[in-house]
């Protein structure tokens, strides 16, 4: 064979071995700058998870991949390190089953709001101020309590409320949405209702609600919001990590973003970098010093 052409097969050859070879790293690179985050259907964590990963796309280049799904295949996932991040846990109170079980496998990062609460949620205008009038109202809210979806912490100590309390009242599972829903229909016509509840929630700010005094303490005292993240994911990702653990929210700033996304028709991805924009300083505060 001619030998400028060997010379040439071979140039060619190695050219396209360095491609291969490049795409690979790159390939590497991409999945190293790559965080699974999950998520639940509430809107405190729609919010939160969604401002996050705008953030660590635009402003730190990570890639970052968002799975909703219910809280027990979200804390298995993460104790197995099949996802890498959530930002949602609520303690002591909500997740506690689910740290008892598997916080071994967990890190906890940071905390991102404090102040939350859980409890039994109905609209100003009813005449009642404690679970213990409930049964009361059992004809009036047609034997229901209207909850969200079935794997929630806020659904068991509900169900423990119900025993707690001797209510005759049962508790409709559903989702955050089907709730409010439920909720925007009934105050629409001021008509009675009582939802499972929290606070962060944009809820708050459209209607005039109240929680009911809870007397036997089931529901508990506030609650802190915690990013929590599989095993090792400070060591992997250490930048990340720095991020998650400067993440914070005030009341009126977390109630201001998912406002903005339960008002808007566009995702939620990008209500959340709309706010970024407007909040630089904020946004600076929680990125790792270089």
Known sequence: MNKKILITIAIVTSSVAS??????????????????MVYVNWAEGIAMTNLAKVVLEDKM??????????VAPIFTSLASGDQDVFMDAWLPVTHESYMKEYGDELETIGTNFEGARIGL????????????????????????????????????????????YGLSLSLLPGSGPAMTASLETAISKELPIVVTGWEPHWKFARWDLKFLEDSKGVFGESETIYTIARNNFS????????????????????????????DSSEDPEVVAREWMSSHPERIASWLPAN
């Not at 491609?19 to 699974?36: M, V």
């Not at 109905?122 to 969200?148: C, F, K, R």
């Not at 060591?235 to 339960?262: C, R, T, V």
């Open 19 to 36: 491609l291969i070879g490049c795409q690979n790293i790159d390939s590497s690179i991409s999945e190293e700058k790559t965080i699974k």
């Open 61 to 70: 280049n990570y890639n970052v991949d968002l799975t909703m799904a219910d």
């Open 121 to 164: 949620v109905v609209p100003e205008y009813m005449n009642i101020q404690s679970i213990d009038e409930l049964n009361n109202w059992n004809s009036d809210l047609e034997g229901q309590i209207i909850g969200i979806d079935s794997g929630a912490g806020i659904m068991s100590t509900t169900e423990a409320a119900i025993e707690t």
């Open 235 to 262: 060591k992997d990702m250490p930048e990340a990590a720095k991020f998650f653990e400067n993440f914070s929210m005030s009341s009126q700033e977390l109630g201001d973003l998912m406002g903005a996304i339960a």
